[in-house]
């Protein structure tokens, strides 16, 4: 056979692997799986495990958001997978391109009650773009290519394939994997032509970029377009940093002004959901700017929704030839309203109350995050403050749970970032009950030698819950934790390192420490539990 590979199924599965860039595993040790782990361990291909298989899908979903190319995650069977459903739900809602290898009891006996005998396509196949069993050995590499060009193939997602424990072990020899083809999509002229008159013609425009900005190498295309028209900035997701902090047309804190006077909004890249008030953006015209049909809006009904390759897209409307209103005076007004926003902000991130309130640890931050930092949103409350607070200096630095809102993607997604950028500053931001998801593979981290800084927001409560539960009943239940709970000396006792900070004025030093350790360590601040990030509930 010209051009054949042969070997056993994970020396097979790897070589389909390598084709679409993939260099590493993350994974939770279990036999099924076994062939896997000794293909890498004999050709150089990283593995790394963890102690709880859902940080390792979220593991490999920080290295697909962050490298904009697959990231794997290898499961054994049974529990091993269905541990790891959380994380492949959140990259689903995430459009990441994570696949998901899972170990499968043997298909020969199937049905006499093998070890953790269970079909786990039905299990994931809502949440996945492809989900299949691989049930010949030979059909590895060809399945393997199929779902990542599925998982590729805009609007991006993660796809599963389980191979039962003899595919896997058996040799065979097949085709060697080709050069990977992910189609691209064309958008409808015409409609790309009528969003660029709507923003060009607009007296008061926006855009509002979002993760598929990123995800879809945009981001010199948006720059482009929101140069050429003047139009400003905001950003959600991934998209932050799109255009960086200090760009005239870029905005984040003025964003009440910029929505409740806009007359064309444009959305691009993200969805209109709640995080954008489900697309209700008043009087304005919206132009909901999607990579695929099936992203656009249901629930309202945009002016127009060009759907197709961002990129030529945002560069089509750049070129814009037609009439073009003149925004300044839109443009100004929305910086004096963003100044004014920065100069309360940078009160709150300075204010020395005891008990420390959580703007202030935002405010050490900025001091000591380098401008390629990776900085990680794992909580409610506590993260809704770095949403207001932090800046992405660059885009594809920002790393959050995106709108399936799961709690515990920190240390899986530290643990990715970590290995995707080994000389950055990674740093984690967690709530203290995000901890409680997560925090043991702070022991993942130290044994294999990953440091990351974790800075724990520690209130005692569930804040997102205890408030509006109090304000909608007159009491709430279940919604507290240990007052002063010393999670720093959780993570000594894993083989990191940290420390409680209880005033504001030893926060910049503790952060200093941290970033010098070389090992995880975390920053436990006592935080104020009556300082709740405004907002009445998460129930929207």
């Known amino acids: 056979m010209t051009g054949a590979i042969e070997g056993h ?290 629930h309202v009904t945009p002016a127009v929704s060009p759907a197709g390759d961002l990129r030529r897209i945002l560069a089509a409307i750049a070129e814009h030839p037609g009439d073009r209103a003149d925004h300044e005076d839109w443009v100004s007004g929305l910086r004096t309203a963003e100044d004014a926003a920065q100069t309360r902000d940078a009160e709150a991130m300075a204010a020395e109350t005891d008990p420390i309130r959580p703007a202030r640890v935002y405010g050490e931050l900025r001091k000591v995050l380098a401008p390629d930092a990776v900085t990680i949103g794992d909580g409610g409350d506590f993260v809704s403050y770095a949403g207001r607070y932090l800046e992405p200096a660059q885009p594809g630095t920002w790393l959050d749970p995106g709108p399936y809102g799961c709690l515990g993607t920190g240390l899986g997604y530290a643990m990715g970032a970590r290995v995707t950028y080994p000389d950055r500053q990674i740093c984690v931001l967690m709530g203290d009950g995000a901890a409680g998801f997560s925090l043991m593979d702070a022991e993942s981290l130290a044994r294999q030698r990953l440091p990351v800084v974790i800075v724990v927001g520690n209130n005692g409560i569930w804040g997102l819950e205890k408030h509006p539960m109090r304000a909608m009943y007159g009491y709430d239940v279940a919604a507290d934790l240990q007052p002063g709970l010393r999670y720093d000396e959780v993570v000594r006792a894993l083989g990191g390192a940290g420390e409680t900070v209880e005033k504001s004025a030893e926060i910049g030093p503790a952060l200093r420490r941290a970033f010098e350790a070389g090992v995880p360590y975390l920053v436990n601040v006592l935080t104020d539990p009556a300082d709740v990030y405004p907002r009445s509930s998460n129930l929207a």
């Open 9 to 298: 199924g994970g020396e097979l599965a790897l070589a389909a692997l390598r084709a679409y860039g993939v260099t590493e595993m993350f994974t939770l040790s279990g036999g099924h799986v076994f062939p896997l782990y000794t293909a890498a361990h004999e050709s150089g291909f990283g593995i790394y495990d963890v102690r709880h298989e859902q940080s390792a899908v979220f593991a490999a979903e920080a290295v697909a958001k962050l490298r904009r190319r697959p990231g794997l995650a290898v499961l054994t069977a049974g529990p091993g997978v269905t541990n790891g459903i959380s994380g492949l739900t959140s990259a689903h809602f995430n459009a990441s391109p994570v696949l998901v290898l899972g170990g499968r009891a043997p298909a020969h006996r199937w049905g006499s009650g093998s070890l953790q005998e269970l079909d786990h396509v039905p299990l994931v196949a809502p949440v996945t773009k492809y989900a299949a069993t691989v049930t010949a050995t030979e059909n590895i590499p060809g399945e393997i290519g199929a779902a990542l060009t599925a998982a590729l193939t805009p609007h991006r997602g993660p796809v599963f394939l389980d191979v039962p424990v003899e595919v896997l072990f058996s040799t065979a020899e097949t085709a060697q994997p080709g050069v990977p083809a992910v189609p691209v999509l064309e958008a409808d002229p015409d409609e790309v032509r009528r969003a660029a008159a709507l923003l060009a013609g607009a007296e008061r425009p926006v855009i509002i970029a979002g993760s598929d900005v990123w995800a879809g190498d945009a981001v010199a295309e948006l720059r482009a377009a929101a140069e050429a028209l003047r139009v400003p900035v905001f950003a959600n997701g991934m998209g932050r940093g799109a255009l960086p902090p200090g760009h005239p047309l870029a905005f984040s804190r003025a964003r009440r002004a910029a929505m409740s006077e806009a007359d064309v909004i444009a959305v691009v890249g993200t969805p209109l959901d709640f995080r954008l008030g489900f697309g209700d953006f008043g009087a304005a015209q919206v132009v909901h700017i999607v990579d695929e049909p099936g992203q656009r809006a249901g």
